[in-house]
């Protein structure tokens, strides 16, 4: 099966949308279709053996809609440009014809020329209703794509948003035709009955709601486009013994690449000569620059902010880090949540339901009052008032706003499902190494017996320098951080199992466990007690003896990340049961879990049984999140209700998540569920309104509280709301770009 995702252009409300996944999914060889409104992009999956991306963009031509092909963005602007020009024109002449056309009959305002129009009216009414004719012409042809598309879409049984206005509006004008023609015949009676007004403004007011529409829905994807234009169009690599600027698209793989203090990074790549801070904000949403040497690692479009380096290309164009993580949130922003399939089912039926009421209530009240004129204001005034668009956009807008704003603070959500199940979770397993702590040892202890702690420390590390075991290592890295100058090891020994020997400075040096000591015959009775409180703080002890004698004890832990407890605390306050995970010892695990405040321990599970502890939680009706690091977490992130991955772990980690936070910070899990329940209180709230405006406003165009003795909605002021609903509901999904992190 082949994903392939494609830009549409030409569709103007959700039962378009409706409409072109239908007849995609209905293709011999596609197995799903998902098309999304206010991305304007359809994403597909299909059989290539059955059937060529060729016949599909032929279906989709065919059904009245446009592939585009490169450009979105482009096109994009072009549209909304086109837009705000035709409103503009629309409502240039769209004024005065209100003004002709309302002037004469408000009698309690004194206003401009309103005794000339009313004269006009009664004594030359041909003329007062060719003036206004004139006036909507104009009108009618910047908004003539509601009539070309809406009757097209009647004609394939397929009605659309399109329809409605054509309808509504037609009926407004052949009307109003038919009453000109009438006082032609010499019936001045017939102005009263003129709707040319009523279809300019309904026009008008579309139009405007239209332009308010694709500029918000411009502003939902701001996130993506600026990760997009983050990255340099050229790069400057060493060339034939000097440097060359070249287009970023002929970088490759193994060139050098030199960037100078204020430049960005143009491909990811290994640091290989210069020292600089590196601003990864746009990566990671830390907005601390970060230290690079080389041997460091950089990512395209990252700021270089202080140093000259130079770096080898490592990954280029899609590969980027930059590249992957837009193309995750593009593929977020173009997926759609479980909630948004009441509003597809209902969008599907929408329109033909409207129209039928449109009839049968024009036809109601022609046979209850006799008036066609007020008959045919409640056909109009229903048709316009309905508004699909509303329903289309709730989730969408939302969920493109949500996943960028995520984007933003270093935290990308896959799709509309991983946020919409992100906010109910009741349960969270977080791995213990790489998660809670840091995920390699660090020393946190060193206790010397007859020597000063530096000393001790110094002594140890100089032996340990030619040792690759993880804690002898940092043994050698806490010395280094402490400025502390080593010596070379005239000779060195591992002792598998036991510890390592080597003379420093004179000396003969042992660094181990208590078996390499008790070997060598050096009492450790005195340490006892030390080491048994040590390795029940989920340390472990290293003991250092010099010349035969005891030197002391330097202990190494994985130690907790500083921000661990704040994050555990803030999730259990989000009434979130918080267990921890760990293929270490009982004891161990449970000396970290008390530092952190976890009360759940689930201590020495093997990495294939991960999997089957979030099973039994998920067994007692518990909607779990696993947050792990490594590729044992792979299986436990896929089981998951939801997997959220560390971002500076493994990419089989971040395949098998949802969520991936690229920050190697716990209190980044918090913020992930907080973004996701305000994403879906947003969409709620948008399903609201949108289902609210027009299961009140259909009835009250349909003249329900005008049976009472209440007012009648009139056609412009349905038009007004209509568009008003949609421009709502894209206001309320903006409000998410207020989110701010912790």
Known sequence: MTNQILSIQGMHCAA???????????????????????????????????????????????????????????????????????????????????????????????????????????HNPLEYALAQLLLTIPTLIVGRRFYTDGFKALIRRSPNMDSLIAIGTGAAMVFSLYNTWRIARGDAMAVDALYYETAGVIIALILLGKTLEALSKGRTGEAIEKLMGLTPSTAVVLWEGGEKEIPISEVEIGDIVAVRPGGRIPVDGTVTAGHTAI??????????????????????????????????????????????????????????????????????????????????????????????????????????????????????????????????????????????????????????????????????????????????????????????????????????????????????????????????????????????????????????ETVHKLAGEGKTPMYVAANGGMGGVIAVADVVKPSSHAAIQILKKMGIEVAMITGDSQKTAEAIARQVGIDHVLAEVLPEDKANEIKALQAQGKKVAMVGDGINDAPALAQADIGIAIGSGTDIAMESADIVLMRNDLMDVPTAIRLSKRTMRTIKQNLFWAFGYNVIGIPVAAGALHLFGGPLMSPMLAAAAMSLSSVSVLANALRLKRFRGT
């Open 16 to 122: 378009c949308a409706q409409r072109l996944e239908k007849i995609i999914q209905a293709l011999a060889g596609v197995e799903s279709a998902s098309v999304n409104i206010a991305t304007e992009k359809a994403t597909i999956v299909y059989d290539p053996q059955q059937i060529r991306l060729s016949d599909i963009r032929e279906a989709i031509t065919k059904a009245g809609f446009q592939v585009v092909a490169g450009e979105e963005r482009v096109h994009k602007q072009k549209e909304v440009k086109t837009l705000g020009y035709r409103c503009i024109i629309a409502m240039v002449f769209t004024l005065p014809l209100f003004y002709i056309s309302m002037a004469p009959m408000i009698h309690m305002i004194p206003l401009p020329f309103a005794a000339s129009l009313h004269h006009a009216m009664a």
């Open 279 to 528: 601003d990864e904000s746009m990566l990671t949403g830390e907005s601390l620059p970060v230290d690079k040497e080389a041997g460091d690692s950089v990512y395209a479009a990252s700021l270089n902010t202080t140093g000259t380096i130079r770096f080898r290309a490592e990954k280029i164009g899609a590969d980027t880090a930059l590249a992957r993580i837009i193309q995750l949130v593009e593929d977020a922003q173009g997926s759609k949540a479980p909630i948004a399939q009441l509003a597809d089912i209902v969008a599907g039926t929408f329109v033909p339901v409207v129209c039928a009421i449109a009839v049968l209530a024009g036809i109601a009240w022609f046979l209850g009052t006799g008036e066609i004129r007020f008959a045919l204001t409640i056909f109009i005034s229903v048709l316009v008032i309905a508004c699909p668009c509303a329903l289309g956009l709730a989730t969408p807008t939302a969920i493109m706003v949500g996943t960028g704003k995520g984007a933003e603070n270093g935290i990308l959500i896959k799709g509309g499902e991983a946020l919409e199940v992100a906010h109910g979770i009741t349960a969270m397993v977080l791995d213990k190494t790489g998660t809670i702590t840091e995920g390699k040892p660090a020393v946190t202890d060193v206790l010397p017996d007859r020597v000063e702690a530096d000393e001790l420390l110094r002594l140890a590390a100089s032996a340990e320098r030619a040792s690759e075991h993880p804690l002898g290592q940092a043994i050698v890295r806490s010395a280094i951080e402490k400025g502390l100058a080593l010596w070379e090891a005239e000779r060195f020994m591992s002792i598998t199992g036991r510890g390592i020997e080597a003379t420093v400075n004179g000396q003969t040096v042992l660094v181990g466990n208590c078996k390499l000591m008790e070997e060598r015959g050096i009492s450790l009775m005195e340490w006892e």
